[in-house]
């Protein structure tokens, strides 16, 4: 469907409409309700939403069958009643202040989300732009969204298995597709939007929020990179075979185009095993996963630059002993470069991976400073008293979350995304008393 | 001694070879190979990691990056007669190239540069620097070598010398004599971005060479050889495919297909395989070059080509970046950010 003028803003009048007549009856609860049920609808294995995704997705996202698999499980796996419920009792105290004036310490308070959110969706990872609109859905609000062009399916999908438990609430939710270019029809959908959600790079947020009227709320979440540190500590004989099966993973995963993907896994020097034991293993791994679920696709570049790179570092690698390279028996499929230089090594993504040997946390703190406002997530293995040291430091450079190794890319639903709470600052308070 | 009377004794047949002589390409290769592979320790370490060599296609290839990282030579840096180095590239550190003897570079230049751009009789007006100024620069010593010394250089202190360059070609106009136009492609567009037309005689043409690296505005081809018909009356416009750590350059034969001489096979290889790409689909273009003894026989270039059934060749460019799909960012846009 061709999306025109008339469409957004027959779609903002409907959403908006739908949010008045049905959402001030609606318990909080009996939202959360309705999207964990939703949700739950995709995790069965013989689910006719993950069919449809199965069969629509992986051409948009260039993600094989078994990756859709792997999101369907992370994104929608989240969405469970409790996990939903403390998102909103952690950011606003208690769900029911979305209800009914509260009691908080000595005043009533009651708490209303914004009228209407557009939600400018981006990238091929699905789980962002879903919880984006869960936060709308949970806040009361109407919502529109545009959906990214490499991923035009899931928000829909979405959407649809949301209208089939709750036709009502699906009416507060409209999903369009129109290319970024035309300008004047996203200034349209941002025209009446109380609260704005933006996703994509730097450009995009940028221009995005210059078309956000005045008065309107702008939350842009931007491209970000991560990383891993393994203390030499976890580095034994024992503990290696999980180790790299957790960063096979949180590497692998989206086939690393995530924020939360790693780029480098940094191995502390002086464990029992040193740091190219890890990489050794990290290969087998990564190798491992890709039969279980296989990259994707890539485009000519995409593979040009994975080659380009894998043939300069094997050259090097031939006499320079500091470098070792691992690369999967079919071209391209995921590289494992080993390099004793300790500077942040941005991957060229779908499943090219670094690891490095250092010293100490410390000297990753000055190799990853250079990087400090472009990163999301470190994954530190294991999360002991020095690692909370560590996180202290990551902390204090502006990190915006430090999680064991494996668990980059399940950030729990309460999680800052780019640092910030996600219903907090949508929400307006009344006090009584 | 020995080594050494070797190796000059198949520079003479590589030479014989490129200048028409009796030979053949397979075998010419492998005996290259294995003299590189013996004499360049990096190669050699290299090569042992990869599959054995049975025919030239399957000889390892240097990526143009160890150009950057290591000597690629088969003889001691120290006896180098030259040595060009890559510029205004996309990475800080330059790319060198050492040359025990220019004699295979400089057979190998002049008379592909005479089949394909038919400079009888005609004066060069060149838009880089001589071969003095840069002498760090293979296009400048290949257009010393092929121009002779009535050829003109309008390139000075790095800059273009348009007042200069617009009087010849006022000159050439008035006189009614065609002339050869030679230069990068950024230098052409200086050129045109000045504004004055001119109409050259009948029998004008150009060559234009390599891609504008951010030294000008960047002009799609289709535009930049309108505006060789506009703003010259150029219609014959050829183009040159050089690099530094080659020794043989491609010049356009049929259309944009490039033509590969006699001691020079190019390969476009998928980088999705490894393996050449099918005919028609686009790959990295890997070049096989004999003149390019005393370093690499084999280069992995970064550039995107089609291969044609006959092993002639198109280039596509270099490769863009790739574009991140999810919500991170690749080496590219971070460092760029």
Not at chain 1, 86 to 103: K, P, Y
């Amino acid at each position: 469907m061709i999306v025109t003028l008339a469409h957004i803003q027959e779609a903002i009048a409907r959403t908006v409409e739908a949010r008045e007549r049905i959402l001030p009856l609606r318990s909080t609860d009996a939202i959360i309700t309705a999207i964990a049920q939703a949700a739950s609808h995709w995790l069965a294995p013989n689910s006719h939403w993950r069919a449809r995704a199965i069969a629509e997705a992986p051409g948009p996202t260039r993600f094989s069958e078994a990756m859709i698999h792997e999101a369907i499980q992370l994104t929608f796996g989240s969405l469970t009643f409790e996990a939903l419920g403390e998102l909103l009792d952690r950011e606003l105290g208690n769900r029911r202040v979305l209800d009914e004036f509260c009691l908080r310490g000595r005043v009533q308070s009651r708490a209303h989300g914004p009228r209407l959110i557009t939600h400018i969706l981006a990238g091929n990872v699905p789980s962002p732009g879903i919880i984006s609109l869960c936060r709308g859905l949970l806040l009361k609000s109407a919502n529109l969204v545009r959906t990214s062009t490499h991923d035009p399916i899931f928000p829909v999908l979405f959407a649809e298995s949301l209208r089939e438990v709750d036709p009502e609430l699906a009416d507060c939710l409209a999903v369009l597709s129109w290319p970024r270019e035309e300008t004047a029809l996203t200034q349209a959908a941002l025209a009446t939007a109380n609260a704005v959600l933006a996703y994509g790079d730097d450009t995009t947020i940028g221009q995005l929020r210059r078309l956000t009227p005045e008065g309107a709320q702008f939350l842009g979440y931007g491209s970000k990179v991560s990383f891993g540190v393994i203390a030499k500590e976890a580095m034994t004989e024992e503990n290696l075979p999980a180790l790299a099966e957790a960063a096979a993973f949180d590497v692998s995963i989206y086939d690393q185009q995530g924020c939360l993907s790693p780029h480098v896994i940094y191995v502390e020097e002086r464990g029992p095993l040193g740091p190219r034991k890890f990489a050794e293993a990290l290969a087998q791994a990564m190798d491992v996963y890709q039969q279980r679920v296989p990259r994707g696709q890539l485009t000519i570049e995409e593979a040009a630059a994975v080659s380009q790179l894998r043939q300069a570092y094997e050259f090097r690698g031939a006499t320079d002993r500091r470098v070792a390279v691992w690369a999967s028996p079919t071209p391209n499929e995921w590289t494992v470069i080993y390099e004793d230089d300790p500077s942040f090594s941005p991957s060229c993504l779908n499943r090219t991976v670094y690891v490095k040997p250092t010293d100490s946390f410390k000297r990753v703190l000055d190799s990853v400073q250079r990087y400090s406002d472009r990163i999301s997530t470190v994954g530190v293995t294991p999360l002991n008293e020095r690692a909370m040291t560590f996180a202290a430091d990551l902390a204090k450079m502006g990190v915006h979350r430090v999680c064991q190794l494996g668990q980059m890319q399940r950030p729990p639903l309460s999680w800052h995304h780019d640092g910030r709470p996600n219903l907090a600052d949508l929400v307006r308070w009344t006090d009584v008393g | 001694m020995l080594r050494v009377s070797l190796s000059t004794e198949l520079q003479q047949r590589i030479l014989a070879f490129i200048n028409g002589g009796a030979g053949d390409f397979e075998s010419l290769a492998l005996e290259v190979f294995a003299f590189q592979r013996e004499h360049n320790a990096v190669y050699r370490a290299y090569c042992d990691r990869q599959p054995p060599v049975k025919h030239w296609p399957a000889i390892p290839a240097v990526p143009t990056s160890a150009f950057k990282e290591f000597a690629i030579t088969c003889f001691p840096v120290a006896e180098a007669v030259a040595e060009f180095h890559t510029s205004g590239t996309t990475r800080a550190n330059a790319g060198k190239h050492y040359f025990k003897t220019l004699e295979l570079y400089d057979a190998a230049s002049v008379p592909n540069f005479r089949a394909h751009l038919r400079p009888e009789n005609l004066p060069m007006l060149i838009l880089t620097p001589t071969p003095t100024e840069a002498p760090h620069s293979s296009l400048a010593h290949m257009l010393g070598v092929v121009a002779g010394d009535d050829a003109e250089f309008f390139v000075e202190n790095g800059t273009l010398q348009l007042e200069r360059l617009q009087r010849r070609l006022c000159e050439m106009q008035w006189q009614s004599q065609p002339v050869l136009l030679i230069g990068t492609a950024f230098a052409f567009v200086h050129l045109f971005d000045a504004n004055m037309t001119f109409e050259l005689p009948a029998g004008s043409r150009a060559m234009e060479t390599g891609g504008f690296k951010g030294r000008s505005r960047e002009v799609p081809k289709v535009e930049l050889y309108r505006l060789f018909r506009e703003r010259l009356g150029i219609d014959h416009v050829v183009n040159e495919y050089g690099m530094t750590e080659l020794s043989t350059q491609f010049y356009d034969g049929a259309g944009s297909i490039k033509d590969v001489p006699p001691w020079a096979r190019v390969l476009v290889i998928n980088p999705a395989t490894g393996q050449p790409a099918a005919v028609g689909q686009p790959g990295l273009i890997r070049v096989f070059d004999l003149a390019n003894l005393w370093s690499s026989l084999c280069v992995q270039t970064e550039d995107l080509g089609v291969a044609q059934a006959d092993g002639r060749f198109e280039i596509l460019g270099r490769v863009a970046g790739a574009e991140v799909r999810g919500c991170s960012l690749n080496a590219e846009s971070l460092l760029k950010s």
